[in-house]
């Protein structure tokens, strides 16, 4: 049996949100949802999820799960608000906790923000399963773009999340902190071993000039044509790759927004004393600058 699957590109953030359904039950999941940020004014809305609920509304659909295949860093989520919207808990993988541990110091969230995973109503490992309808989700641990990456398989169908990109941009980079070029390699391997006709739903995508932005791909694809890990390239090959290619990368516009909501599990911050929330951006070189002030 075979889910339906339809999907929603975001062209700010280049991210592709999925609804997956088993068409006998009508229950429903919704994969890597985007809330709509504007960096520059702070204006935060709910367009993109809209969508995603009309299309629940108009088939008749419910939700039963909001997954999450990472805590982004390139994107706002819109779970917590679905989650309002819809009553279905939001899942991740557990070791989100590991991302939180880091981030949550850097960020001076201590107190705000707990480093337990708490703020998910379920932490899966590798192997879980949850069920949809007639469907079996399965929990497939793909770490090395983070250490929290989990990718969601239906039957013949997987969410990678960011690990493997279409076969003409290749990989994610790892060079966020718990990243790992060899782990990432590894997970790459795994989905790769899968049946060649395994579809594979890609998280993001950033097409090269003349191609229009796709989402779908197969692991006989990727195995022939992927520019970073098709058949024949070795680990070594891939790691010195990737850590020359991360080192030229810039910090995602959105890194520090994402990270303080995404934690979250999509929860905006408290509103301070004047009623207002903030988002909290890191600053570098300050010392120094203050030095010679």
């Known amino acids: 049996m075979q889910a339906s699957i339809e999907a929603f590109f975001d062209t700010a953030t280049a991210t592709v949100s999925y609804v997956v359904f088993d068409n006998a039950s009508r229950q429903a999941a919704i994969i890597d949802p985007v809330l709509d940020f504007d960096i520059r004014s702070g204006n935060i809305s709910t367009q993109s999820a809209q969508k995603l609920l009309e299309f629940v509304a ?54 705000a923000v707990a480093t337990d995973g708490s703020q998910f109503d379920r932490l899966m490992q590798d192997g879980d399963q949850l069920p949809l309808g007639d469907l079996i989700i399965n929990a497939l641990a793909v770490p090395g773009h983070t250490p929290a990456d989990m990718a969601w398989q239906i039957g013949a169908d997987v969410f990678v999340g960011d690990s493997i990109f279409m076969p003409d941009v290749g990989s994610a980079r790892c060079d966020f902190p718990g990243g790992d070029a060899a782990r990432i390699y590894a997970s790459i391997r795994r989905l790769l071993s899968m049946d060649p006709e395994t579809r594979l739903w890609i998280c993001h995508d950033y097409p090269p000039a003349g191609r229009n932005a796709s989402w779908l791909t197969t692991v006989a694809e990727q195995r022939a044509r992927n520019v970073h890990v098709q058949d024949g390239i070795t680990e070594a090959e891939f790691v010195h790759m990737r850590r020359t290619r991360d080192a030229t990368l810039a910090v995602p516009a959105l890194l520090w927004p994402s990270l303080q909501v995404n934690l979250r599990a999509g929860r905006l911050p408290e509103p301070e004393a004047n009623g207002q929330a903030f988002l909290k951006i890191p600053l570098s070189g300050l010392h120094a600058a203050n030095k010679h002030a």
């Open 58 to 111: 108009a088939n008749g659909l419910r939700v039963s799960w909001i997954l999450e295949t990472h805590v982004h860093a390139d994107h706002l989520t819109a779970a917590a608000f679905l989650r309002r919207e819809t009553g279905a808990p939001v899942v991740i993988g557990a070791a989100v906790r590991e991302v939180q541990s880091w981030f949550v110091p850097r960020l001076n969230l201590a107190g």
